[in-house]
């Protein structure tokens, strides 16, 4: 089986699962026209990456059945509409209480960001808080990386997760450099970015005078 017909059988049995609910083999077999061996070896491959659970059904007549069932894992591969959601309900905010309703729910959310990781950013030196926040970011689906020159360090996140957040709302990307200004203990600026038409988001750390 060529690797296209193989990618679309999986997206279909995660469709099935995903509209019908709980399925067994026999079950996906019948409406895959495929045989029950094949859809194993979909299954069991979706079970290692964490996107499928089981549970034993005992049956009136025949043997137990196992019940195949997405995880939330699985749940994050279909479409979501989140940042629409957050943009219209920005948007009621700022027409009912205006901009520093806004500003101050971003400087709370900068607050509890500092108060989360600061724990982890307790290193001497600065090289080391650096590696530690592009760690960070990291976790966050940022895709980012970094890099030491002699004016100091040079971070590159080249994906935004809130990119449609942050080009309506500038305050988000204001935040984001105040929060690594405070964790790093460090003088940030921002160089480049994302969500005013940039090709990535660029910061330059230096530390600050003793």
Known sequence: ????????TRKVILSMLKTQGQL????MSEQLGVTKMAVRRHLNTMEQEGLLNTR???????RPANLYFLTDRADSLF???YELLTLD?????????GQQRIEFLFKRRESKLTAKYQSRMQ???LKERVSELVNIQNENGYMVDWVQQEEGFIVSEHNCPIAQVAVQFEQACQCELSLFQNLLDAEVERTECLAKGGTKCVYVIQGRPV
């Open 56 to 62: 034993l059904v005992h049956q009136p007549m025949g």
């Open 79 to 81: 479409p979501k509409n």
């Open 1 to 8: 089986m060529n690797h296209d017909l193989e990618t679309s």
């Open 89 to 97: 309900l920005l948007g009621e905010l700022l027409e009912e209480e």
């Open 123 to 125: 290193a001497d030196s």
């Open 24 to 27: 067994s083999v026999a079950n």
